[in-house]
């Protein structure tokens, strides 16, 4: 059974940077391709950024092109989500999801300050 689950959230200022890791165990796990999305505040889930198993074809929403940068280390059995110049509007539980099986993490909460 692959699972995953997420790490790095907390507290950050406006303007500033936050990496997220998201591991992956079970069977299967260095051909999954994986994606991560998040959760506002009264609001639904939203699409961020998504990776091949292989790290060739990078996915971005338009929304996070140019500031968030999606990689994967294998050996590690992890993706990452590399955030920048990080405003309030960001402030969300950011959750990782497997795909093909497609599999939810619990969440890590990443909270912008002013």
Same mark, same amino acid.
């Given at each position: 059974?692959?699972? !995953?689950?997420?790490?790095?959230?907390? !507290?950050?200022?406006?303007?500033? /940077?936050?990496?997220?890791?998201?591991?992956? /165990?079970?069977?299967?796990?260095?051909?999954?391709?994986?994606?991560?999305?998040?959760?506002?505040?009264?609001?639904?889930?939203? +699409?961020?950024?998504?990776?091949?198993? $292989?790290?060739?074809?990078?996915? +971005?929403?338009? /929304? !996070?092109?140019?500031?968030?940068?999606?990689?994967?280390? $294998?050996?590690? $059995?992890?993706? +990452?989500?590399?955030?920048?110049?990080?405003?309030?509007?960001?402030?969300?539980? +950011?959750?990782?999801?497997?795909?093909?099986?497609?599999?939810?993490?619990?969440?890590?909460? !990443?909270?912008?300050?002013?």
């Amino acid at each position: 059974q692959i699972q !995953v689950a997420e790490s790095g959230g907390g !507290v950050v200022q406006v303007g500033g /940077s936050l990496t997220l890791a998201c591991t992956a /165990s079970g069977p299967g796990v260095g051909r999954l391709a994986m994606a991560w999305y998040r959760q506002s505040p009264g609001k639904g889930r939203d +699409y961020l950024a998504a990776i091949s198993w $292989n790290g060739e074809r990078p996915h +971005y929403a338009d /929304s !996070v092109m140019g500031r968030f940068t999606i990689s994967r280390d $294998n050996a590690k $059995n992890t993706a +990452y989500l590399q955030m920048t110049n990080l405003q309030p509007a960001d402030t969300a539980v +950011y959750v990782c999801k497997g795909i093909e099986p497609e599999v939810w993490g619990q969440g890590t909460l !990443v909270t912008v300050s002013l």
